[in-house]
């Protein structure tokens, strides 16, 4: 979930940083579901967390289809449950048996500053590289500053020209309805 799309919260949530630690409540390492259930509880026990989900139009990406046909090779039906979206360097993506949803989301949570819907009408789980030359706006959720831009003649693209060139989709800034955590209540935790 993007930071915009947390909405009522104190101005402290912003500013003030806690370091928390916690111990799974399962025998052995817990899986990445687990994980996330445990920190949510977590969360909500420390910090009196109590918030509602409900929907507001807020300023975001959308993904959609663009001229012509999509530049993505289906995944097998037999490749697995997991997708794989990996980085392996800046603006070096390699994703396979992902949705549309799973690529939207990691591109709101590691590269872009807004929320990223999907508009596409892609069902089912895709496999695809993009490669793109980052700007200083992408990456800031995962606190890598962005060297400036190559001026190499075989750079890649800008982010938003490796999409229309590279996967046939295209990316553009607009308005929608995005689901957005509404606090109701929150406090500052106490101390350990």
């Known amino acids: 979930m993007n930071t915009k799309q947390i909405v009522g919260a104190p101005s402290w949530a912003e500013t003030d940083k806690y370091d928390i630690s916690g111990k799974p409540d399962v025998a052995g390492t817990p899986n990445a579901e687990q994980l996330r ?16 989900m409900e929907k507001k ?13 999509p530049k993505l090779t289906k995944a097998e039906a037999d490749a697995g449950n997991l997708p794989g979206l990996f980085f392996t360097g800046l603006g070096k993506l390699n994703v396979t048996n992902a949705t549309m949803e799973n690529f939207c989301h990691l591109m709101q949570e590691a590269v872009l ?4 819907v999907d508009q596409t009408g892609l ?16 990456f800031g959720g995962m606190g890598i500053k962005v060297p400036p831009p190559s001026d190499k003649a075989d750079a890649p693209p800008p982010l938003f020209t ?31």
Do not use: C
């Open 37 to 52: 259930t445990m920190v949510k509880k977590l969360v909500a026990e420390r910090f009196s967390l109590k918030f509602h």
């Open 113 to 116: 500053d807004r929320p990223v």
């Open 123 to 138: 069902a089912g789980k895709w496999n695809f590289t993009l490669n793109w030359t980052p700007d200083e706006s992408q």
């Open 57 to 69: 139009e807020l300023s975001v990406y959308a993904l959609a289809r663009g001229k012509g046909e």
């Open 162 to 192: 490796a999409i229309q060139e590279q996967l046939g989709l295209k990316l553009e800034a607009t308005k929608a309805p995005v689901d957005v955590m509404a606090i109701d209540t929150v406090e500052k935790p106490s101390a350990n």
